[in-house]
């Protein structure tokens, strides 16, 4: 990540200087506060989420868990381009509270996007997100995770994508609470009402090797 303007040498040795002193005096099992979370995630070449005092380094990705993202956001971009919808990929972090930041691997924002801070890395409001899940993280993303994306008032649908087998679940949102569906075949459509389109099981998982 890119944050120098001066490129000159010492300006260089002073931004290396202070993101090696950020690693090494803050290891990753300590309580954190929010603050030094983002200080941290700012210079980290590893993304990391953060849930109330805990820092979460993100999985690192497989062939299956790119090629899935990629098919997802590549089908939905071109689906929802005329209705003014956004789709970002992996590198978008959202704020679900002051103590909860994550990176989903998808999100989708209908109508204006708004966000936490003049640079517009923090989303506030994604109208649908997705998560293509790891071993390591498939219980927290089916669980807590899709609890607190849950509780964004912007999250109108939030679904969870199998990597290993074609599986996936939506939850949607309802009058009277959350409706969650499960889909496991390819000939299935996963119906993301909020954005006027049913996604495509087979196009979730082409040429992905499952």
Not at 19 to 47: G, H
Request: hydrophobic share 35%; aromatic share 8%.
């Amino acid at each position: 990540m890119m944050k120098i303007i001066n490129t000159s040498t010492s300006a260089i040795i002073q931004l290396n200087t202070d993101k090696e002193r950020m690693m090494a005096t803050n290891p990753i099992d300590r309580k954190w506060t929010s603050e030094d979370y983002l200080a941290y995630d700012d210079v980290s070449d590893i993304l990391h989420e953060f849930h109330y005092g805990r820092i979460l380094a993100k999985p690192g990705s497989t062939a299956n868990h790119t090629d899935i993202v990629s098919n997802v956001t590549a089908v939905i971009s071109l689906a929802t381009r005329e209705a003014g919808c956004r789709v970002r990929a992996v590198q978008m972090l959202v704020k679900i509270n002051d103590d909860t930041y994550f990176y989903p691997d998808v999100t989708v924002t209908c109508g204006e996007s708004k966000y936490e801070n003049d640079n517009h890395t923090m989303l506030l409001n994604p109208t649908v997100v997705i998560e293509v899940t790891s071993k390591s993280s498939e219980t927290f993303d089916k669980g807590l995770k899709a609890e607190l994306y849950r509780s964004l008032e912007s999250v109108q649908a939030y679904v969870v994508i199998d990597q290993h087998r074609v599986f996936a679940q939506l939850y949607t949102r309802q009058s009277n609470g959350w409706l969650l569906q499960q889909f496991d075949k390819r000939t299935q459509a996963i119906p993301l009402h909020a954005l006027n389109y049913d996604l495509p099981m087979s196009d979730v998982y082409l040429d992905v090797n499952v």
